[in-house]
């Protein structure tokens, strides 16, 4: 599939059939992954692939259990929902980040502190170069067919979902792809055209 075609084609999917997942499709996607761009090549991210249906119930129960204590309301039985889909999908994409500090980090943590805390906070190398991976692995799970919706919404259970992951600071969860054959793709919302993005100086 052209590059072009991929990025135009993929969009969020929401309902899976229960299809596998081959190991060797998740890895070429991982493999995608890895060549996007990290800060100084750091490539701080990584992988935790959940296909196991009781593993994927108990995270799934995590999340239900923080977003009820949260809202004070009880979560449907049977329905996927913004925190938990992923649980419905054949396999959650756990996304795994480590920190990242450049040079010019160590720089203004030392001499100006104000203007390093506005950079961790706003610009973050570490976490774009994250975002460019998992970018590189839903347009690589398109172009081989499957459908994806990159999800936060799951980390109102952050903490819990990062013990029952092992996983260790100083690495995060720092989002869940859920990922598998689409259902049923809605209606794709429009774009604003390139000429509305974009000015030139």
Same mark, same amino acid.
């Given at each position: 599939?052209?590059i072009?075609?991929?990025?135009?084609g993929?969009?969020?999917i929401?309902?899976?059939?229960?299809?596998?997942i081959p190991?060797e499709h998740?890895l070429?996607m991982?493999?995608?992954?890895s060549?996007?761009p990290?800060?100084?090549n750091?490539?701080n991210?990584?992988?935790?692939?959940?296909q196991d249906?009781?593993t994927?119930?108990?995270m799934?129960?995590?999340v239900d259990?923080i977003?009820?204590r949260v809202?004070?309301s009880?979560t449907?039985g049977?329905k996927a929902?913004?925190?938990n889909l992923?649980?419905f999908?054949?396999? !959650?994409? @756990?996304?795994? +980040?480590?920190?990242?500090e450049?040079? #010019?980090?160590?720089?203004l943590?030392?001499?100006?502190p &104000?203007?390093?805390?506005?950079?961790?906070?706003?610009?973050n190398p570490?976490l774009?170069?994250?975002?460019?991976?998992?970018?590189?692995?839903?347009? !690589?799970? @398109?172009?081989? +067919?499957?459908?994806?919706?990159w999800m #936060?919404?799951?980390?109102?259970?952050?903490q819990e979902? &990062?013990?029952?992951?092992?996983?260790?600071?100083p690495?995060?969860l720092l989002?869940?792809i859920?990922?598998?054959?689409?259902?049923?793709a809605?209606?794709?919302p429009?774009?604003?055209?390139a000429?509305?993005?974009?000015?030139?100086r």
């Open positions: 599939m052209d072009f075609e991929t990025m135009k993929r969009q969020s929401r309902k899976f059939r229960k299809d596998p190991k998740i070429r991982a493999e995608a992954a060549w996007a990290t800060a100084g750091s490539q991210f990584r992988f935790i692939a959940v249906r009781e994927l119930a108990r799934r129960g995590i259990e977003v009820s809202t004070r009880e449907p049977d929902t913004y925190h992923f649980a999908a054949p396999a !959650a994409i @756990c996304v795994v +980040g480590a920190p990242y450049s040079a #010019t980090d160590r720089t943590r030392d001499k100006d &104000e203007r390093y805390k506005a950079r961790r906070f706003q610009v570490g774009q170069g994250i975002s460019a991976g998992i970018t590189q692995f839903i347009l !690589a799970a @398109c172009a081989l +067919g499957y459908g994806t919706c #936060t919404g799951p980390l109102i259970a952050k979902l &990062e013990s029952a992951l092992s996983v260790r600071y690495e995060e989002a869940i859920a990922l598998g054959k689409p259902d049923a809605p209606p794709k429009p774009r604003k055209p000429s509305e993005i974009t000015t030139f």
